[in-house]
């Protein structure tokens, strides 16, 4: 069913896992010289590949920015300490741009020759915030010696991270070598913790780094209020069985069990399990629409179109996919169109009636889309107030990531290796 099929066109850089493979083999059974093949190949296929003789050498070009000692990594047995490629074309868009090679997951890339060396004795740095922006600055602090706490409010490490690699899955990838590094150093982590003053007074850090994420606010739309509406957070809270006051009145009882076991049992915390058992059910309608078409609404969209929904994209911005890279972004705004998910760009007059959202298109045309569920996907914002507070308080405090304002994955890697430098090296 090509509907259903997964949205992936193909080319020289291919998005597709092992796409190149069979067509290396075939070179391989005709030629007597050595067959390099390459397109997204990874470790395990490769090792795989060349043991079957269907090719002499596997290229990497993608993983090797990401991380450049992969060979030698491997080499030494140490294959799950490799940094991963998440395919989000950041190294590829770079040279669309004309601009300096760059990589979303490894900050260093292209700078490693103004790296300064750590000059500062040790420390003790409180890092607030489990998400991928505070992993990373814990894990290097600890990585150069300094004592680190890392404090994160709900009962798992990932935050954002996790609801971005449900809808991505290379995005899991970098989400589980974050946390090992973490399981696999000295750094202490303190889950379902709130990050008070009273705590950080008890702490006593010689600095703190706050790493809080953004907020996600409700945006003022007409019938944002009606039961059938789901914000981001919402979406979230719903796929990892974390129940509020507010799921409770817009969800049913089936629903609520099955979030209820879910997390009881641990399943909501099996991302790979969610998105299998999203094929097969989910407490959405078949019909959706998503208010935001920036990259949380566009990779929504991919997510449940994979699912069988009807979704339609809408919102008054004039391009879709701001925070994806270029190249991801031209690639899966074209899929989706040629899916049949209708993107509505430069819309205006929004508003969610019960059964429908309502708006006026780019062309000035009344437009009527029926909508089981609206999830309004957009409203993100930084958000610098506990920082501020702790700087009010007296703590010597840096803030990173979305905290800032939204700079999604790469804003919050770069950002941690950034601050890290900056405290270290003073």
Partial sequence: DTMNARLHSESNIPHIEDTNLPAAAEIRREVSIPVIALGRVEVATADRVIGRKEADFIAMGRKLLADPHLPNKLLAGQGDTIRPCIYCYTCVSAIYAGTH???????????????????????????????????????????LGH????????????????????????????????????????????????????????LNPDEVIVATGAIRGMPEIPGNDLPHVYSGEDMRKL????????????????????????????????????RKATHGWMPLGDRI???????????????????????????????????????????????????????????????????????????????????????????????LSVAEALRAAGFRTSAIGDANGVGYIEGAIRGAAEVVAEVTGR
Avoid at 106 to 123: C, G, H, M, T
Avoid at 128 to 141: K, N, S, T, V, Y
Avoid at 351 to 372: L, Q, S, Y
């Fill in 101 to 143: 090679t760059r990589c979303a997951v490894n900050p260093e890339l292209a700078w490693e020759y103004q790296r300064k060396d750590a000059v500062a004795a040790p420390r003790h740095f409180v890092v607030i915030g489990g998400g991928p922006g505070g992993m990373e600055a814990a894990r290097r602090l600890d990585a």
């Fill in 289 to 383: 629409v998503i208010i935001g078409g920036e990259l949380v609404g566009v990779e929504l969209a991919e997510f449940l179109h994979e699912r069988g929904r009807t979704v339609t994209v809408v919102d008054d911005a004039p391009r879709f996919g701001k925070g994806l890279t270029l190249v991801r972004r031209m690639r899966l705004l074209s899929e989706l169109k040629a899916h049949g998910v209708a993107l509505e760009t430069g819309a205006t007059s929004i508003a969610i009636a019960p059964v429908a959202v309502t708006f006026v298109t780019a062309a000035g045309e009344d437009r009527r889309v029926p909508a089981d569920h609206v999830i309004v996907a957009k409203g993100a914002e930084g958000d």
């Fill in 147 to 202: 004592r680190v706490t890392l404090v994160e409010a709900s009962g798992r490490l990932g935050g954002t991270l996790r609801f971005a690699a449900l809808a991505y899955e290379p995005n899991e990838r970098l989400l589980n070598w974050l946390t090992r590094a973490i399981e696999e150093s000295g750094v202490e982590v303190r889950l379902s913790t709130r990050a008070t003053e009273e705590l950080l007074r008890s």
């Fill in 239 to 274: 796929m990892f069985g974390e129940a509020t006051a507010e799921l409770k009145r817009k969800t049913g009882f089936l629903t609520r069990l099955a979030t209820k076991v879910g997390a009881a049992t641990g399943a909501t915390a099996n991302l790979d399990l969610v």
